[in-house]
């Protein structure tokens, strides 16, 4: 219950604080490239509720049916705009509406697609009792996802996530299972601020 207030507080206000730099966001994308400013994908959420989230597109549209779901730092799909997006992560902010609506929290296991969720194992599928988040452990740990993925030599991006970087996220997102608190919280929030700055 105090975490659903914490978020439910600090996503209204980051929505709020941000609305100027949403702004600029939606009229970059616009201006680049033709289409919807967000892309809402269907993720697994939440005792596997499916929902569409809420990202700033930084790909051309119908991305997803040019190449791999996961996307490496030179994919060919991504827009000028869309690099500097997320270069800095800036495609991340907009699901603080996920947060306010409560699909999502702030610090939670990242959601992902139906896809990844079907390889996991009955001791992953605890995660999915936790609401996913904007940020976790993993989520700082691979910061730096897209150049992994684009420096592993592996063509097909989706494999090279799933051996290089599945694995340990999943190690992370259950031990966060196990271990979570307000303090962790902030303790993730942190961590992921000094990333980003």
């Known amino acids: 219950m ?6 439910f507080i600090f996503s209204g206000l980051g929505l709020i604080l941000l609305s100027p730099v949403f702004f600029f966001l939606a009229a970059a994308i616009k201006f680049e ?3 919807p400013v967000f892309y809402r994908g269907v993720r697994v959420g939440r005792y596997g509720r499916l929902f569409k989230i809420f990202k700033f597109r930084s790909m051309v549209v119908n991305a997803e049916k040019m190449g791999a779901s996961t996307t490496s730092t030179n994919d060919f799909r991504v ?31 990242r959601p992902q697609l139906q896809w990844a969720v079907d390889t996991y194992t009955e001791e992953e599928k605890k ?29 097909d991006a989706d494999e090279a996530y799933m051996k290089l970087i599945h694995p340990e996220k999943m190690r992370l997102q259950l031990e966060y299972y196990y271990c979570n608190s307000l303090w962790i919280d902030l303790k993730i929030i942190g961590a992921t601020l000094a990333k980003l700055f």
């Open 127 to 155: 995660v999915l009792e936790l609401r996913p988040g904007i940020t976790d452990w993993a989520s700082v740990k691979f910061y730096n996802e897209g150049e992994i993925i684009a420096q592993s030599g592996i063509a």
């Open 33 to 35: 490239s033709p289409g």
């Open 2 to 7: 105090l975490k659903r207030l914490f978020d």
């Open 79 to 109: 827009t000028k705009v869309g690099k500097f997006i997320r270069k800095y992560k800036l495609d991340e902010y907009s699901q603080l509406i996920n947060v306010f609506l409560g699909d999502m929290s702030i610090v939670g296991p």
